[in-house]
């Protein structure tokens, strides 16, 4: 695959999920607690950036179907575990008392890089390092997998 | 939209959110691979072997900060409040570890997930979410922010 094929769209996709966040608000981590706060004074917001999101992608996933390949790629390489397990639970909850205690995720953490670098990079830091830990520590079905949606 | 959520951008949100879905949709379509930052960051930074080329995934990361600076630069967004370093750090642990361990954070199982009606990503963001709203009230009923 030329540079061009592997850069440039991941590149335009990340600038443009970038663009999405900022205007969505999702780049201020009091709005994204203000979502969490459902029984204090809810900030619906955050509902409306991932209905516009879930739509539009519904959509997508209909022409994915229908092609035999990506538009700029070989093959699709896609999620394709169905099976339940402890630590989808245990990781989701962790993650979400996480997202809960500082209003930030790895999107809007990434994005924030530039607008916010004091206050983005100790929790990119730390992101980081925690996946390391994870990766360090041992399990008895370890998985690498970078998405298993 | 009303007095009721005084400090709700509706219209703000859906089409910030039209546009996370496009890039989501041109990552789908176009290179044939989820766009999930969590697994993203993973693999850039060679913390899980498969996904896209490295390279691939740098350019999606390097591309989110470009993307919000274009918008800083044409709208006028409201000042972003953060938490200290310590309540960062801890936070960004439990996320790093939590979305390793739960494979996906709020793009890959939230947006690319449920919008594919995965089960897992339908379990996994519901999760999420419990947890987060729980952590909020946790945190402001013993006087927190």
């Known amino acids: ?118 206050d983005a990079a100790p929790f990119v830091a730390a992101l980081l390092a925690g996946m390391a830990l994870h990766r360090i520590v041992p399990t008895r079905t370890r998985r690498t997998q970078s998405e298993g949606i | 939209m009303s007095a009721l959520f005084a400090n709700a951008q509706p219209l703000d949100g859906l089409i910030g959110g039209v546009l996370i879905g496009l890039a989501a949709a041109m990552m789908l379509l176009g290179a044939g691979r989820i766009a999930g930052v969590s697994g993203i960051t993973a693999r850039a930074t060679g913390l899980a072997e498969d996904g896209m080329s490295m390279s691939s995934a740098w350019a999606f990361l390097i591309g989110l900060p470009i993307g919000s600076l274009v918008v800083a630069a044409f709208l006028d967004l409201p000042h972003a409040d953060f938490a200290s370093w310590p309540v960062l750090v801890v936070a960004g642990l439990a996320v790093g570890i939590g979305t390793r361990m739960g494979s996906g954070c709020t793009s890959g199982h939230g947006v690319c997930g449920v919008s594919r009606l995965s089960q897992r990503s339908l379990i996994a963001t519901a999760t999420f979410m419990g947890a987060g709203i729980a952590t909020v009230a946790i945190y402001k009923l013993f006087g927190g922010q």
Do not use: E
Not at chain 1, 38 to 64: T, Y
Not at chain 1, 72 to 88: C, E, H, T
């Open chain 1, 1 to 118: 695959m030329s540079i061009a094929r592997r850069i440039v769209p991941p590149l335009a996709s990340g600038a443009l999920f970038g663009a999405g966040l900022a205007v969505g608000g999702m780049t201020d981590p009091a709005r994204v607690r203000g979502f969490l706060d459902l029984f204090g004074n809810w900030d619906p917001s955050l509902a409306f950036v991932m209905g516009g999101a879930v739509i539009v992608m519904a959509i997508a996933w209909r022409f994915q179907t229908r092609m035999a390949r990506p538009l700029f790629g070989d093959r699709f390489a896609l999620p394709d575990r169905s099976d339940l397990d402890g630590k989808l639970i245990a990781g989701s909850a962790l993650f979400g008392v996480g997202w809960g205690i500082a209003g930030l995720c790895p999107g809007p953490a990434v994005a924030s890089l530039a607008l916010a670098p004091l």
